[in-house]
């Protein structure tokens, strides 16, 4: 079966198929720059911890450095830390969904084929292959 001779149903699930696997590399880099972001605020917290409450510590406003107290930078490499698991734990639920669909999604395809190669051409969204005459 050619390209130009792919039946409509066919071309409509393999789409979506498309857009399921675009979703997973886009949710993938999100968890590769929320390990990254972790990372980061780890080893800040890190070396905050080394210094001592005398010494001057700072913290980035965009372009600029803004002097701050120690205390004040752990409180907020803290909650960020949280909202960086928060982030992490919602983005792995996705990922798992996503890849149950897939899964769900190229099984269907398989049966759609199989079904259609039979002579079903005409398939609506949630007919299946082996209904057609």
Excluded: C, F
Aim: hydrophobic share 30%; glycine share 6%; no cysteine.
């Amino acid at each position: 079966m050619s390209a130009g001779q792919m039946p409509p149903w066919l071309q409509e699930q393999l789409m979506k198929m498309q857009q399921s696997q675009q979703n997973l590399q886009v949710i993938m880099q999100q968890k590769q720059q929320i390990e990254m972001e972790k990372i980061e605020t780890e080893k800040s917290l890190e070396e905050l911890k080394k210094a001592t409450d005398e010494d001057i510590v700072y913290k980035h406003a965009g372009s600029i450095l803004i002097k701050s107290t120690k205390k004040e930078l752990i409180d907020e490499l803290e909650e960020k830390q949280e909202l960086t698991k928060t982030r992490s734990t919602v983005l792995e639920k996705q990922e798992t969904r996503l890849k149950e669909t897939l899964k769900e999604q190229e099984a269907k395809i398989t049966e759609m084929m199989k079904g259609g190669s039979s002579g079903g051409a005409t398939m609506t969204e949630g007919s299946s292959p082996n209904n057609n005459p």
